[in-house]
């Protein structure tokens, strides 16, 4: 989110500490360094970066079901989101027979159905696109956002509080 400008080396150093600090001043959490939890990354940091982030992923997302067939804006973040996860599709706004495969290979490798003779087989339905929007959001922040190489490709969301010196 640019409040961290030092070398990714997984340590909460002095750099974390300040960079947690002015995210927390910015949305609200803490005024002043002085104040109890001052760059701790303690429950009510890690929800409001949370939420942040799933916001960001979001918007990145269809925001409505699609099937074969399909065109514009909405297939197109389909098809970003399939590129992210590693899925062979081009951008191309048509939701085509590669989009379709994609979708389908997708619904497989997270156990949404069996076969293909299944009826949600290559459509963006509830499931898959519940699915879809966890897998991207547990994904790295916004590509585009980041360095590349600066963090994992695949990043689960911190699930523990986290001080200076961890």
Known sequence: ??????????????????????????YGILDNEEELGAGHFGPTT????????????KEKLPSKKLKKGTSGEDVEKLQMALQRLGYKVELTGEFDQATYEAVFRFQLDNDLLESEDD?????LGSSTLAS???????????????????????????????????
């Open 119 to 123: 009826d949600a087989a290559g459509y």
């Open 132 to 166: 879809l929007t966890y897998a991207v959001i547990n994904q790295t922040i916004v590509k585009e956002e980041v360095k590349k190489d600066a963090i994992p490709n695949s990043v689960v969301l911190v699930t523990s509080d986290l001080k200076a010196g961890d």
């Open 46 to 57: 890690r929800f409001k970066l949370e939420a942040i982030l799933e916001k960001r992923g």
């Open 1 to 26: 989110l640019g409040y961290y400008k030092d070398e990714v080396n997984a340590k909460y150093g002095d750099a974390t500490r300040d960079a947690v600090f002015k995210f927390q001043k910015a």
